[in-house]
């Protein structure tokens, strides 16, 4: 039994970062104040080139709910692409219908483009009206997992319904809790829900390095960056449910 860490990258530092961790892939993002949106090609290339971690850049052209138009959906599938061409691991994605449901079609589309690269669905799960159900629809669709935080604004809330999950998915799709998963409880996530793989922010807020700021324009200017001291507390907890 193996298990593996997943952590959010949304600068080229925490890209770095995130190397010397002892993570096992990086979900890279962009826009962190919306929840992630897609990276730019320099980002990618550059964090590709950087990083022989497992690399999953996310696939969401804009902030807001899961539910895309028709030009979106272009922009997705042109992603996609762009990730294969530069040499990517995977992609994360997640596309609803508006009452709730998994966008089978779409998702599927997306998946098959992505191919033979591996796909991830994201917390869009989150917001279906069943997710036991929408297990089902994500499977059919040729994801190779799911993270949720069980329908919950955090991981350790939604325990129950993740464990759940984890029993229906029967190693057919791998169920990734994430959202509030750090040192001090991802060993108690994993014997509760027995998920083998975890994600995590690892977040810290970053000051501005300038030496001269503005005062008067009221901001911090304060950068997300990863806490590798936090990454490497998450890997311990797991190393010691093995022992």
Same mark, same amino acid.
């Given at each position: 039994?193996?298990?593996?860490?997943?952590?959010?990258?949304?600068?080229?530092?925490?890209?770095?970062?995130?190397?010397?961790?002892?993570?096992?892939?990086?979900?890279?993002?962009?826009?962190?104040?919306?929840?992630?949106?897609?990276?730019?090609?320099?980002?990618?290339?550059?964090?590709?080139?950087?990083?022989?971690?497992?690399?999953?850049?996310?696939?969401?052209?804009?902030?807001?709910?899961?539910?895309?138009?028709?030009?979106?959906?272009?922009?997705?599938?042109?992603?996609?692409?762009?990730?294969?061409?530069?040499?990517?691991?995977?992609?994360?994605? @997640?596309?609803?219908?508006?009452?709730? !449901?998994?966008? %089978?079609?779409?998702?599927a589309?997306? #998946? $098959? /483009?992505?191919y033979? &690269?591996?796909?991830?669905?994201?917390?869009?799960?989150?917001?279906?009206?069943?997710?036991?159900?929408?297990?089902?629809?994500?499977?059919?669709? @040729?994801?190779?997992?799911?993270?949720? !935080?069980?329908? %919950?604004?955090?991981?350790?809330?939604? #325990? $129950? /319904?993740?464990?759940? &999950?984890?029993?229906?998915?029967?190693?057919?799709?791998?169920?990734?809790?994430?959202?509030?998963v750090?040192?001090?409880?991802?060993?108690?996530l994993?014997?509760?829900?027995?998920?083998?793989?975890?994600?995590?922010?690892?977040?810290?807020?970053?000051?501005?390095?300038?030496?001269? &700021?503005?005062?008067?324009?009221?901001?911090?200017?304060?950068?997300?960056?990863?806490?590798?001291?936090?990454?490497?507390a998450?890997?311990v907890?797991?190393?010691?449910?093995?022992?």
């Amino acid at each position: 039994m193996m298990y593996l860490l997943e952590v959010i990258a949304f600068t080229i530092e925490s890209v770095l970062l995130a190397q010397q961790s002892g993570a096992h892939r990086i979900e890279l993002c962009d826009n962190p104040a919306e929840g992630g949106t897609t990276p730019g090609y320099g980002m990618i290339k550059t964090a590709r080139e950087r990083s022989s971690l497992l690399l999953y850049p996310i696939i969401r052209p804009r902030g807001g709910d899961f539910l895309y138009s028709s030009e979106e959906f272009e922009i997705m599938k042109r992603d996609v692409l762009l990730c294969k061409e530069l040499g990517c691991d995977g992609v994360v994605i @997640g596309l609803l219908q508006s009452d709730g !449901s998994i966008d %089978k079609k779409r998702t599927a589309i997306l #998946a $098959e /483009t992505a191919y033979p &690269l591996g796909v991830t669905f994201h917390r869009a799960f989150d917001r279906v009206a069943n997710p036991f159900e929408a297990l089902e629809d994500v499977i059919a669709c @040729g994801c190779e997992r799911i993270l949720t !935080s069980g329908l %919950k604004p955090a991981a350790p809330e939604g #325990a $129950e /319904t993740i464990a759940h &999950l984890v029993r229906q998915a029967n190693e057919r799709i791998i169920i990734m809790p994430g959202s509030g998963v750090r040192s001090d409880n991802i060993a108690a996530l994993a014997k509760q829900t027995l998920a083998t793989e975890f994600h995590s922010s690892a977040r810290q807020m970053v000051n501005s390095s300038m030496d001269y &700021l503005n005062n008067s324009m009221n901001e911090t200017l304060q950068t997300v960056q990863l806490n590798i001291a936090e990454v490497k507390a998450m890997k311990v907890a797991l190393e010691r449910l093995l022992i």
